[in-house]
């Protein structure tokens, strides 16, 4: 069975993830969406939540798992696993400079390879925090993510790290 992980934080999880996802899905046998949790960073939303989201949005795909990615390597992570490949979406040429050396380093620590995705040109833009900002400042983004990630933005207290409207 070929098996690939598409690893992230997914806070919230939108539209370009779940492109990806599903380009990945189309790919492999069976796709792992490992969400992780950077202790450096603040969440809007717990790793419950961010999970719950990306289980009620990619219900419809065939192959798809959802688990906490827990603490320690990605590479070790698919070495644990029997995963042959990590898939990641790239927007830019700054992705791409950014996950190289990642990719890499995951080849030689435990022999995954790197599957890059170009997003698609109505995505490129989109990123889990520009969505928080704009949300957090009174736009619209419903374009960007599924209805169930909406409900959840519109509902809850904005994060303290990103400016408040008012």
Do not use: W
Request: charged share 25%.
């Amino acid at each position: 069975m070929r098996r690939a992980v598409c690893p992230g934080s997914f806070d919230p999880i939108h539209n370009g993830h779940l492109e990806v996802i599903a380009r990945a899905a189309g790919l492999f046998d069976e796709v792992i969406v490992a969400v992780s949790t950077n202790y450096a960073k603040k969440y809007r939303f717990s790793l419950e939540d961010r999970m719950e989201m990306a289980r009620e949005t990619l219900a419809s795909l065939r192959g798809i798992i959802v688990e906490p990615m827990g603490e320690g390597l990605l590479a070790e992570y698919c070495r644990h696993r029997g995963i042959s490949a990590i898939v990641k979406g790239l927007r830019s040429s700054s992705d791409f400079d950014y996950e190289l050396p990642m990719a890499t380093m995951n080849r030689q620590l435990a022999g995954v390879e790197t599957v890059f995705l170009p997003a698609e040109a109505h995505y490129v833009h989109l990123s889990s925090t520009l969505i928080k900002e704009v949300n957090v400042l009174g736009g619209d983004i419903s374009d960007f993510v599924p209805k169930s990630v909406l409900k959840r933005l519109l509902a809850g207290e904005p994060p303290t790290d990103l400016p408040r409207k008012g």
